[in-house]
């Protein structure tokens, strides 16, 4: 099974972070992960998908390893940016392109102006559009102060994901607690997330749907917050080469509830759709 190396490059005069399974020279497979996630939420899965892939997982700008931005620019078209220029410089030529949550809604914006440039889009239980409930409760979170701790130990302890609910064991989600902290001073620790990703500046991808001429993959959660049976007919719907499959056993974390499962649904996908 390979194992990640851990990589950086500047983009955007941003040092950014990102995870390769080492796999270089099969064909490439770019992850983004969720709002207030990480490059590692994608460890459950990507070993499986480095048997037939390139894998790479990106820390996107304030999240994880990569460099913060001060003043704050997190909308959309900053994700974007980095990623059009991360995909340039690593010469990642016709990837498959999979996003979870905040990071499916980058990758569909993405794919919207750059579809022939992918050889697939996988979106991990996203929607086109952010509700503008979501954008101003985030808004509200990312005005309270972050945490601090006295230990890594109390630290992992408290963690938690957003939404709460999932299946993933406890000795797994002390794992990928293990990856979120950072020390600071007087020995205290807390969050490496920049709470100012939560001011969101989304794209609206509704209007652009019929752009995404690639292959495209919905994966919806079971007991899924965001994709109503209406919200994800009417996204097929709209996608030029759109079709959609649900995960069981899954809340909105569907990479850390079910990998395996995931792993499934992206094969059975990837196996009709590219040449």
Request: charged share 20%; glycine share 8%.
């Amino acid at each position: 099974m390979a194992q990640y190396q851990d990589g950086f490059v500047t983009i955007n005069g941003l040092r950014l972070h990102y995870l390769d399974w080492g796999t270089t020279g099969k064909p490439p497979f770019l992850m983004l992960h969720g709002g207030s996630a990480y490059a590692h939420w994608w460890d459950f899965v990507a070993p499986a998908l480095a048997e037939d892939f390139h894998v790479i997982a990106l820390d996107q700008r304030g999240h994880g390893d990569s460099g913060h931005v001060d003043p704050p620019a997190y909308g959309t078209r900053h994700y974007l940016a980095d990623l059009q220029q991360f995909i340039a410089t690593l010469g990642l030529s016709q990837p498959v392109l999979m996003g979870h949550s905040m990071g499916g809604h980058n990758a569909l914006i993405y794919a919207t102006q750059h579809a022939r440039e992918l050889a697939a889009l996988i979106l991990v239980d996203t929607d086109a559009a952010y509700p503008e409930a979501a954008v101003q409760f985030l808004q509200k979170l990312g005005e309270k102060p972050g945490k601090t701790f006295d230990s890594f130990v109390e630290a992992i302890s408290r963690f938690q994901l957003l939404p709460r609910e999932t299946h993933i064991s406890s000795e797994k989600l002390r794992y990928l607690a293990s990856f979120a902290f950072a020390e600071r001073s007087a020995g205290k620790w807390s969050a490496k997330l920049d709470r100012k990703t939560l001011f969101r500046d989304p794209i609206d991808g509704r209007p652009f749907l019929g752009q995404i001429t690639c292959p495209t993959l919905i994966i919806r959660a079971e007991h899924t917050p965001v994709l109503s049976n209406e919200k994800i007919t009417r996204l097929v719907s709209n996608l030029p080469n759109g079709r959609w499959v649900e995960v069981k056993d899954t809340y909105h974390h569907v990479m850390l509830d079910n990998p395996d499962g995931l792993v499934q649904a992206v094969r059975e996908f990837l196996a009709t759709s590219l040449p």
